[in-house]
């Protein structure tokens, strides 16, 4: 890498780490407040052990290994609290703090040398005693709970310590059944879990047994003082099962968050601050409060708001060539020719200008691939494996939301390519293949689209013992019948790791349901394929952009509708008697291959200009989601126009199939259809929609 290049991503790293510290020290602040009462907040907690485990990787990335090494120690002191296997007290915040402190000093030497650092044997020490918990009891503390064994066998270690956390508290613990629309389920979902943390804890979120047609269902563990008719009342949902369980049949001491004295253990890390040298003491009150960074980084949401207004003025100047085209066909001839010269100079100026904007908002992929880079050779120096990058098209360009949001997953699948995916030389010796195994990171441009493909050499994914971990975690039954596609979607379920250790690099169970949750959030989607001892691929394709975006409007019925020109492959008029009818489907053929129509009147249940004329050419915009393709039958296509797309808000959330609203140039607000969604439905054999 250049040093150029270098310096840049020194400056990028400072800048990123930098915002981390700033929302650590506030969640640390909050941490502190709640000593006194010895009940901290879970999620201020998990706030601080995301930060440090950010950290830690955003370090490993650029080789600073000090950097890592502490923030992996901090993570580790964090994760134990977590867990209540450390206790919560005040000594223990003020080890958190000089450790803080610490980070802050290596970042700001580093902004000015890289190769700046310091002795941090005083605080890895100090955070290792207070690491040192009270061992737990060898009693199985959830053995007296009225719960079903089921439930508890799948709870992860820091869910059970919440459950008796929760318990301690004298919280009643219950456990709502509930079902949801499959198209619908994850907003309705988080609704709902959004209102029970107000009221309560929602300990864990399961996913319930039991086939239900087209819908799926969660059980969900909440402690809470509510009663069961105060949760009834909250919900007001008629599929609501709620069961309360009892309680411990001894008295339970806290396992964890205990508050003590400072006094009270004299070798405590409290005495053990007195004695730190320089380098771990709290920062001088009379220091620069200056940023370390010189980079003057811009809210997304401040371009998404310059966006909206360049879209704002895209739909004025159509009304503007609107007025004009009416003006024309009167009388006062001139003006109308003086008008339309004046709206074209607005259209070549708003061109420019929607242009520039979006030119801010993308950047190449490049930058991205450049942090991988850093983590390929990271995580393969750890692992003892010989590794070769292979990159293609890093001057793909992207929107910058997009490439924030993708930045983490990528990163999770790079890590898994490495560490699950690639065997060590020794292995890759014994099955015939070179010592060095092969990752290829390739972009590329396909239409409307960008595809970030990261293929590996490896073991492949084995699919058998896949099945017999999730058989393990209760996440399927011993003879549940899967496909291959299944089994690859079981690796995004939250809290899914093949690894039984927990290390540097995996078994924590995080990290693969991120990947799929961010790519969904962006439209896009991620495909699996392996071969098992040949490797594995992973496949995200994603918008280029999700600012303005350009439409084909089409007629239906009476009604207008717009389809983002992304999804839409081609156009086409047909003759209706090239339908076929397969398996009660209609179909046509398309250059040798089968593509499935949907007629748009009878999803949305319209008269359709078609039926009412008997004309025999109907008109279809072929549609594509990955691989798979659909004709959409529509009565008119009325051409394409730049388009702002909308939301409906949550009171129309359970509308199916559409997407937004979005204004045209003749103040006409049509609605956008969600293709993936339709696509989705109609392949499932759905033949109306909840409109």
Not at 229 to 248: H, K, P, V
Not at 254 to 281: C, K
Request: proline fraction near 3%; aromatic fraction near 4%.
């Amino acid at each position: 890498m250049s040093d150029t290049s270098s310096s840049q991503a020194l400056k990028d790293f400072i800048s990123e780490t930098e915002e981390i510290i700033g929302t650590l020290n506030y969640d640390l602040v909050k941490l502190a407040d709640a000593v006194e009462t010895g009940d901290c907040d879970p999620d201020v907690l998990n706030g601080i052990f995301r930060g440090a485990h950010s950290i830690k990787g955003l370090a490993g990335m650029f080789g600073f290994d000090d950097l890592s090494s502490l923030s992996h120690a901090m993570e580790n002191l964090l994760d134990g609290l977590r867990l209540g296997k450390v206790p919560f007290t005040q000594p223990l915040v003020d080890t958190l703090f000089s450790s803080l402190d610490v980070l802050i000093q290596l970042i700001d030497g580093k902004s000015n040398d890289e190769n700046f650092t310091l002795d941090l044997v005083p605080i890895l020490a100090l955070i290792d005693q207070s690491a040192e918990g009270e061992a737990s009891s060898a009693e199985d503390p959830l053995a007296g709970l009225d719960i079903d064994p089921g439930i508890l066998n799948v709870l992860t270690e820091y869910e059970e310590h919440r459950l008796l956390e929760n318990i301690r508290k004298g919280r009643a613990i219950h456990l709502l059944r509930m079902d949801f629309e499959l198209s619908s389920f994850d907003q309705e979902l988080a609704e709902i879990t959004e209102q029970l943390k107000q009221q309560g804890e929602v300990v864990s979120t399961l996913p319930s047994a039991g086939e239900i047609g087209e819908r799926i269902a969660f059980q969900i563990l909440f402690g809470s003082e509510l009663k069961r008719s105060d949760i009834e009342l909250l919900l007001s949902r008629d599929d609501l099962d709620i069961s309360t369980c009892g309680r411990a049949d001894v008295e339970m001491e806290p396992e964890g968050f205990v508050l003590e004295e400072p006094d009270a253990r004299p070798d405590t890390a409290m005495a053990t601050l007195e004695r730190l040298p320089a380098a771990v003491e709290e920062v001088d009150a009379g220091s620069s409060m200056r940023s370390i960074s010189r980079t003057v980084r811009v809210d997304i949401d401040k371009l998404d708001l310059l966006m909206n207004i360049v879209g704002e003025l895209v739909l004025s100047k159509s009304s503007i060539s609107n007025i004009g085209d009416r003006i024309k066909a009167s009388a006062d001839k001139e003006l109308a020719t003086e008008l339309a010269k004046a709206t074209r100079i607005l259209e070549r100026r708003l061109h420019e200008l929607q242009k520039g904007v979006m030119d801010v908002r993308m950047v190449p992929v490049g930058q991205l691939f450049d942090k991988m880079t850093r983590i390929v050779r990271r995580v393969s120096n750890e692992q003892g494996k010989k590794v070769d990058l292979d990159i293609r098209g890093a001057d793909t360009e992207l929107d910058k939301l997009i490439i924030e949001d993708v930045s983490d997953p990528l990163m999770h699948i790079i890590r898994n390519a490495i560490d699950h995916g690639l065997e060590t030389p020794e292995e890759r010796r014994q099955v015939g293949k070179p010592e060095k195994g092969h990752v290829q990171l390739w972009a590329s441009q396909k239409g409307n689209h960008v595809v970030i493909e990261v293929h590996d050499d490896g073991r492949g994914i084995d699919t058998e013992g896949v099945r017999r971990k999730a058989v393990e975690k209760g996440l399927i039954s011993e003879g549940q019948s899967l496909s291959e596609e299944e089994i690859y979607d079981l690796l995004f379920m939250a809290g899914f790791s093949t690894r039984d250790e927990v290390s540097d690099m995996s078994g924590r169970g995080v990290g693969m349901d991120v990947v799929k949750n961010n790519i969904a959030a962006l439209s896009g989607m991620i495909e699996v394929k392996s071969t098992q001892g040949q490797g594995s691929s992973m496949i995200i394709t994603l918008p280029i952009t999700l600012a303005i975006i350009k439409a084909l409007i089409v007629q239906v019925g009476d009604k207008t509708y717009a389809i983002p020109i992304n999804s839409v492959l081609e156009t086409l008029m047909i003759d209706a008697d090239v339908i076929q009818t397969v398996e009660k489907r209609e179909v046509i053929e398309l250059r040798k291959s089968t593509v499935p129509l949907l007629r748009l009147n009878q999803v949305f249940g319209l008269d359709s200009e078609e039926e009412k004329t008997d004309e025999k050419r109907l008109f279809v915009a072929i549609v594509g989601l990955a691989e798979k393709r659909m004709g959409f039958v529509v009565d008119e296509l009325l051409g394409q126009q730049d388009v702002v797309i909308k939301s409906l808000g949550k009171a129309l959330s359970f509308v199916q199939g559409i997407a937004g609203a979005a204004e045209l140039g003749n103040q006409k607000t049509i609605l956008v259809l969600d293709v993936a969604g339709l696509m989705t439905e109609a392949l499932r054999g759905e033949s109306s929609l909840n409109v």
